[in-house]
């Protein structure tokens, strides 16, 4: 398995998405980011995904105007990873934090459903 947030592992999911077919169909007509951080120690990760009308990428780095931002430290990330919590669970237990336009999550869960299968090959 590719060792979670290293640079095989930015590329190998960069990959996946621009490859899933699956994820472009349901990004039609959507325009949204996500954007996460994950702490580490003083150091920061921070990605995001950006799906616009049918074209999906991850891209390193921060971008200007994410539609959604999650941030949690990478402990909790990894826990989310690797099925020990939902992030559901996560947030709950304040572990995990969401800003931005939340409401855009629900009315795109499908679309995260199928960001989620399209990962799931660095996951075994």
Request: hydrophobic share 45%.
């Amino acid at each position: 398995m590719i060792p979670y947030l290293s640079d095989e592992w930015f590329e190998a999911a960069a990959n996946a998405i621009a490859a899933s077919t699956e994820l472009r169909a349901a990004s039609d007509g959507v325009n949204l980011t996500l954007q996460q951080s994950v702490t580490d120690g003083d150091e920061a990760l921070v990605w995001h995904v950006h799906f616009a009308d049918g074209e999906v990428g991850l891209h390193r780095g921060a971008t200007p105007s994410p539609t959604v931002t999650f941030s949690c430290d990478r402990a909790t990330a990894e826990d989310i990873r690797n099925g020990e919590h939902s992030a559901q669970t996560a947030f709950m237990a304040g572990r995990l934090r969401l800003g931005g336009d939340v409401r855009m999550l629900l009315a795109n869960s499908a679309l995260l459903s199928t960001l989620n299968d399209a990962l799931a090959p660095l996951r075994s």
